[in-house]
């Protein structure tokens, strides 16, 4: 057992976790954060994607134990007061989801992108979302959806 | 997954006494992490190097540009000191695995693996890199041993990798179009008096291609590659390509890099 101090959406958290525990499980299994799905667990399909320190990572290949002292944002973490994220707003406005398994991290995904590049080309979308695969939509609304949301954040 | 001790060290002296038995360090772990999941490894301890200050960063002179062990592949990709003295190595960084590895994956963790199909080891390669170690330097001719395998002894630890700085140098990948790690990528350096081209993703270790670098250290152009002969003899062959079109890649990609030196 290792203890950690992590703050998850702005909460503090100080608990004793095994040391070999995924960020994904601990998010989904202890805090009932499920919004983080996982889906392939080899870190490929990018569904788990929350961001660490600011950073898009893939929750299921990275431990708590690594993120003592980090800042971690999920998908119930973006939305403000009950209003939804802009990106949140344009995946709804666009139908940039059908099943909706791969969307939490596809906005995730995507909004570090528009944190990193303000105004992304359709290239620089589709080469973005490389680590977010969706078996629904065919991708159009989904970087439509972002594209929307670019212009709006 | 197996359970394991986790320990952060906060310097080299203690991750190496940390390191005995079977431990391993930890840095991105975007390939010791899925290994340890699939059980094709298992350690009792993981030693975090992350929080070890001075193993992270950029340093540019005037003939080197020497990159810490856990500087990630996204902060080589965006370093405009990376960009400006050796513009091949950021877009190779920002072609490696897909933005959440590169956010988290690094350098060092990437050559200590030496992946047959990574894209680091071949720049290792060409670019004449030396690996800084806190027990000495390595050449990285000496370095990549085999698959999956290094000059790195128990309990060595890469501190900084250090590549020489060419007059031009372009890296170009065929990737696998789901891994995105390389089925052929070839990296070509020219230098006043050599130029150095190595292969990954073609064998079961990355190598230098003695028949490239002598044709295109006598004439660096497209066509000198054309009379080039490439044997398939010990290249890979899988679902994706035999290892007689890997040798076809292989000039194929050189060309390629060659004429966006």
């Known amino acids: 057992m290792i203890s950690i101090n992590i703050k998850i959406n702005g909460k503090k958290i100080s608990k004793e976790i095994p040391d070999n525990i995924l960020l994904s499980e601990f998010l989904r299994d202890n805090l009932s954060l499920t919004g983080t799905h996982v889906g392939c667990d080899t870190s490929q399909c990018g569904t788990c994607v929350v961001h660490l320190n600011g950073n898009s990572v893939k929750s299921c290949t990275t431990f708590v134990a690594d993120c003592d002292g980090a800042e971690v944002t999920t998908i119930e973490g973006i939305a403000n007061n009950g209003k939804m994220h802009p990106m949140q707003e344009a995946f709804k406005k666009h139908h940039g989801l059908q099943c909706g398994f791969c969307t939490p991290g596809m906005v995730m995904s995507a909004v570090d992108l528009l944190k990193k590049n303000k105004n992304p080309s359709e290239q620089e979308i589709r080469d973005w979302l490389e680590g977010n695969i969706c078996r629904c939509t065919g991708y159009q609304g989904i970087v439509a959806a972002v594209k929307d949301a670019a212009s709006k954040m | ?261």
């Open chain 2, 1 to 261: 997954m197996k359970s394991f001790n986790f320990k952060s060290a906060a310097n080299t002296k203690e991750a190496t006494k940390l390191a005995s038995g079977r431990a391993t360090f930890l840095a991105g772990g975007m390939s010791l992490i899925p290994a340890m999941k699939l059980r094709l490894a298992a350690y009792s301890d993981l030693i975090n190097i992350k929080k070890i200050k001075g193993l992270s960063g950029i340093k540019v002179s005037s003939k080197s540009l020497k990159i810490g062990a856990t500087t990630t592949h996204a902060e080589v990709a965006a370093s405009k000191e990376v960009g400006k003295s050796i513009p091949s190595l950021s877009m190779l960084a920002d072609g490696i695995g897909d933005p959440q590895v590169r956010n988290r994956g690094t350098i060092g963790g990437s050559i200590a693996n030496n992946d047959p199909a990574a894209d680091y080891p071949s720049a290792c390669l060409a670019l004449n890199a030396t690996i800084h170690t806190n027990k000495r330097k390595i050449s990285s001719d000496k370095f990549f041993k085999g698959m999956f395998e290094t000059d790195l002894k128990k309990g060595e630890l890469i501190e900084a990798v250090e590549f020489e700085i060419p007059e031009k140098s372009a890296y170009a990948k065929y990737p696998n179009p789901a891994s995105r790690y390389a089925i052929v990528g070839v990296n070509v350096a020219k230098y006043k008096n050599e130029t150095r081209v190595s292969v990954t993703g073609a064998a079961s270790c990355v190598f230098r291609s003695k028949e490239l670098e002598s044709a295109l250290s006598s004439n660096f152009s497209v066509s000198a590659i054309d009379k080039v002969n490439i044997s398939d003899k010990n290249l890979n062959e899988d679902i994706h390509a035999s290892a007689e079109y890997r040798a076809h890649l292989i000039k194929v990609m050189a060309k390629k890099a060659v004429s966006s030196c």
